[in-house]
């Protein structure tokens, strides 16, 4: 078990280009979450996928945003044309099965300028 | 929908003290609920969760809390804070028939010698 790894760590962009973060989650984990935090909130969530299917997506998100599971294991989530709303810390988890806790990565922290 | 609450964004207590977070939770049916803490520049790591039974749900590092459902809160207890507890500290909830984790905004926990 070697945890949630996310990557970058840390990326920091112009406003209008596009970025891609990378999420490992635990092998053997089915579902893989998204979650966005900014300063003093909690975290809040995105999408998540049951192997390779993206089984729900927040209403909050905008098209801008994509993310993929193509093969039920590592996970990317695209942000277009990036605004300085986006900037936040991006966070992924994963668990084993429903309902059951959460792993986290250490997060991506993005800002963009 | 369900949501959760803490009360008071920020907390502090002396070294020894009696620790109590707030939470109070909403939700139509019977929830699964969550306490994560997140030091700082690290991920979210759960420090403990109540699904069904005792109602009275320990955790690591010394943490405990107690569902009540007629209060529909699930606050946070330590008995003698220690300064490695200073960290923010995030209640969650999941319940129904939703797959995604709920966070609440969060408290900050201060320890002073």
């Known amino acids: 078990d070697t945890g949630v790894s996310q990557n970058p760590r840390h990326k920091i962009t112009k406003r209008g280009q596009n970025v891609t973060f990378r999420c490992d989650p635990i092998s053997e984990h089915n579902r893989l979450y998204w979650y966005r935090q900014t300063l003093g909130q909690g975290p809040e969530f995105l999408t998540y996928f049951q192997n390779e299917a993206q089984l729900e997506k927040s209403r909050l998100l905008s098209d801008r945003f994509s993310a993929e599971r193509p093969k039920g294991s590592f996970s990317t989530l695209e942000i277009q044309r990036t605004e300085q709303g986006d900037s936040a810390m991006y966070l992924c988890?994963?668990?084993?099965?429903?309902?059951?806790?959460?792993?986290f990565g250490s997060g991506t922290q993005l800002s963009v300028l | 929908a369900q949501s959760v609450t803490q009360l008071g964004s920020h907390v502090s207590v002396s070294e020894g003290a009696l620790v109590l977070l707030r939470c109070n939770y909403s939700?139509?049916?019977?929830?699964?609920l969550f306490w994560y803490v997140q030091y700082p520049n690290q991920g979210l790591q759960l420090l403990l969760k109540y699904t069904t039974g005792a109602t009275l749900v320990k955790g690591i590092n010394g943490f405990e809390a107690e569902f009540k459902k007629s209060e529909t809160s699930f606050h946070l207890t330590k008995p003698s804070a220690h300064m490695s507890d200073a960290a923010e500290y995030f209640c969650a909830v999941i319940s129904g028939n939703t797959d995604k984790l709920i966070f609440g905004t969060g408290t900050r926990l201060q320890v002073f010698p």
């Open positions: 988890a994963s668990s084993l099965q429903r309902n059951e806790k959460l792993f």
């Open positions: 939700s139509s049916v019977p929830p699964y």
